[in-house]
């Protein structure tokens, strides 16, 4: 049982529009939540968390917003560039060891 | 500051043989953490080191894989004998400690035919 979804496989924004990344999870003892981002033949990059206190936290262009209630979070990317075109892994962690479950992955595509 | 390194990048090999892969982690990270990524997956954890004990193998196939990080520094990951599932991107992350921010290598692309 997936325990972190990204239902959305791809998503396809214009240049200078905004992008939002949706994920879900299931497991209320999930605490702290991360957004890797991944281009293809490299590892995942850390992108931007957010610890559960918080509902916001915002880096530059990239905000996560966690609605605790909903186990919904979003990435949103204002504006978006071609060079945020990549892979976006949601994933949450919780408990003393801090093992990251994620997602399966949105794969973003940002036209000039 | 140099990043996660890991060796080799891409391997293929027939089932039934063995393959090995070797990570370099962040100077300084004490957690060093194995990762497996399937095609059209997210990666999920195989085992997590802290300096050089185990602290998480509950998803590693100890029939077929092992790992070992001897000297609290370097790790390699063990696969054998290999099966066609086992055809994967194998992922080594490291983090200053538990709970800290894990940082990625750029992964071993494993073919098994």
């Known amino acids: 049982d997936q325990q972190v979804k990204q239902n959305s496989p791809s998503l396809s924004v214009q240049e200078g529009r905004i992008s939002i990344l949706n994920c879900d999870y299931t497991?209320?003892?999930?605490?702290?939540f991360l957004w890797y981002k991944k281009y293809p033949a490299e590892g995942p990059t850390f992108l931007i968390s957010?610890?559960?206190?918080?509902d916001k936290n915002e880096d530059g262009r990239f905000t996560v917003f966690l609605n605790k209630s909903a186990k919904h979070l979003s990435l949103h990317i204002v504006p978006s560039q071609p060079g945020d075109s990549a892979v976006y892994f949601c994933?949450?962690?919780?408990?003393?060891?801090?093992?990251?479950?994620f997602g399966k992955g949105t794969k973003l595509s940002v036209k000039p | 500051e140099a990043g996660v390194a890991q060796s080799p990048r891409y391997k293929i090999i027939e089932k039934r043989q063995s393959v090995a892969f070797w990570c370099n982690p962040i100077?300084?990270?004490?957690?060093l953490y194995w990762y497996q990524q399937i095609l059209g997956q997210g990666p999920k954890l195989l085992i997590q080191?802290?300096?050089?004990?185990?602290?998480?193998d509950s998803q590693l196939p100890k029939d077929r894989f092992s790992a070992e990080r001897l000297k609290g520094v370097d790790s390699t990951l063990k696969i054998q004998p290999a099966k066609l599932e086992d055809s994967a991107v194998y992922l080594c992350?490291?983090?200053?400690?538990?709970?800290?921010?894990?940082?990625f290598g750029p992964g071993t692309r494993l073919t098994v035919l």
């Open positions: 994933a949450a962690s919780g408990g003393s060891q801090g093992n990251l479950i």
């Open positions: 992350a490291s983090s200053l400690s538990i709970l800290d921010t894990q940082y």
């Open positions: 100077s300084g990270h004490a957690t």
């Open positions: 497991n209320s003892m999930f605490d702290y």
């Open positions: 957010i610890s559960s206190i918080k």
């Open positions: 080191f802290q300096n050089n004990g185990v602290v998480d």
